[in-house]
């Protein structure tokens, strides 16, 4: 019995194996099956069956550059016999109609620039494939912009000469024509919007349209995509000049900083599979005609550089000032501030410890520096006194000698009436018309001495006016009248150019101004000189007159020219020291300077430039 249950195990097991090796057998052989399968064929079959409506796939404006159209054209194609047979429906379109597409989700896919390409990733926008070409073999530098000039302009060197200027180019909206070319006009420092002063903008991507405008004269440059023109005749080729060229990793001269190429991306709307398809498509293809093919760019900060610089797209916020761009900006100058605020709060509290350990040795000092100020006060307001003293001494013998007229009219006519009066009690006859003009001519004199007092009051008002129209040769004859006659006697006095000269002032301190100098010239004049000699001249034009008056007294050393100024402070035995200062401050309040000159051979010259009147009717 246990040998029959041990043969049926033997079996049993041995079955068992045989069926486990069969089925590893049969398992192998599908797998070598499936093996000899493509697994593309069956992806794209499965993908192909995920899509159920037309594949829409938008292409911007681009540059009308023959190799990049074929080079486009060959790539639909390919992407279309990808999808056959399914439908790819290719739309030509503007930036802003593609844009409404891409949000809308009705188209697909699209090819553009890497500059438009980078405004839709913000709606979900994704790179799948870059063009390369053999000028422009990395992906991530493929595009770049070129300032060109005729090549007889030889007053334009830079792109610096062109400003000012005009230029043409294609559209506004023209990433790697228009759009590169004011970025580098705004990473030099300047306004690329203000730039120019003329921009004719073509509305077509005509390179050669665009040149031929240049070539004619019509504009004075023109900006356009790089690497055309070296597709171009030698006859065409030799008509421009490239500004400011560079070669780095393109191979074709171009001006600007270089950028992505043109780019093929898939939109939010798209379906994975279809995505999937034409990344593959793009990655796998063989080299199209002209040496050209697709890659990945992988770097794209050039693109978001460009708008940050330019202002617009994404930055255009930047346009308008707020707290957080200010402080953005402006971050290091906080810092800045920041730290000196923190010094000077150090040094605050620094200085406070050291006043509060000093304050018991410096409380003498401050007491006696009080006092001092106490003196000087005292003493300020003692000089303003005497200053005040002295020009109110001045102003009375000015007031006397001008009340002395009107007064002698007063006594004159005074002197009239009684003779009348004398005769009428004789004769018992009145002579009337005499009376009458004794009484007016008494009236006139009067008011004369009321507005020399009003004068005087007009200076305790401080509302003097000093528009009066002066002859000058009258103002100055009237100081001279005033002077020391012993001193006058023994002075030879010459002058020149004052007698049609006249000035803007007040009559009464444009007298004591000419008699403080005259009195200052002649007494220095006639300090140990044989013979003192004043000379009085005067310049005038139509804004100034300029009045100087010198004398030739003794060489005056630095020191005593230095005092001459200096209030209080005078060589004269009975001097005060005011005469000059005041003359100073007339000539001030009047609208003009006083200056002073040393003469070589002795004695000093006043130089006093006062407001002209020249026109204006003169105040005899």
Known sequence: MRAIVKRVGQFLLT?????VAGAAFA???????????????ISSASLLASITKPVDIGIIILPNKPEDKRALDETVARIQAAFAPHEVRVHVLDSQTLERGIISGEIDAFIASAGYYARMAMHGAISVGTLISNEAPDPNNGVAGVFLVRKDQLDI?????LQGRSIA???STAFMGYRVGMAEIAVRGYDPENYFSEIRFFGRSDNREITQALAEGEVDSALITACWLEGQPAEVRNRFRVLNPRSDSMKCVHSTRTYPGITFAVTQGASPGVAHIISRTLLTMPHLHDGYHWGVATDIRAVD?????LKIENYAYLREWSVKRWIETYWYWLVFV???????VYHSWRVGILVKK?????VQTMEEKRQAQMKADAFREREEKMQKTMLIGQLS??????????LAAIKYYCDGQKALLSETIESKDLNRKMLEKSRTGIADALKNVTEIVEKVRSYKKGDAKRDTVIDLHHAIQSAVHGLNAQLLSKTHISVSGIRNASILADPLEAEILFHNLLKNAIEAANEGQERARIRISAVQDENRVIITIENNGKILDDRTFLHLTTPLMTTKATGTGLGIPIAMALAEASGGHLNFERRPEGGLRAIVTLVSAQGEETDD
């Open 15 to 19: 079955w068992a194996t045989l069926a």
């Open 27 to 41: 398992q192998t052989s599908l797998n070598k099956e499936a093996n000899t399968t493509e697994p593309d064929a």
């Open 157 to 161: 060197g830079t792109i610096a000469d």
């Open 169 to 171: 180019t294609s559209f």
């Open 305 to 309: 550089r460009l708008y940050k610089e």
């Open 338 to 344: 920041a730290i000196i605020a923190l010094g000077l």
């Open 358 to 362: 000093r304050t018991a040795e410096l």
């Open 397 to 406: 013998s000015m007031i006397a000698h001008e009340l002395s007229q009107p």
